[in-house]
């Protein structure tokens, strides 16, 4: 079922609990990210300096890595 699934899913779906989030994050598991990305022809390849998941967060995540970079400390 995994393989079949979009980039976006793929990520939800390592919020689900901490043993799905293992097995996605696993090395082993790198195809199921790989052909998630395959589908989405327009995005261009994962930098090399980046995990497929990680890269996937990056776009489809909806935390801003930089924002905090310009928020005021308190």
Not at 15 to 43: D, E, P, Q, V
Not at 53 to 69: E, R, W
Request: proline share 9%; charged share 15%.
């Amino acid at each position: 079922i995994l393989q079949f699934l979009y980039p976006r899913d793929l990520l939800t779906m390592t919020g689900i609990n901490k043993a799905t989030r293992k097995i996605l994050l696993c090395k082993a598991n790198r195809r199921f990210w790989t052909s998630a990305l395959a589908k989405l022809r327009h995005l261009p390849p994962c930098p090399p300096h980046l995990s497929e998941p990680h890269y996937v967060a990056l776009i489809f995540g909806g935390n801003c890595m930089v924002s905090s970079l310009f928020t005021p400390s308190r």
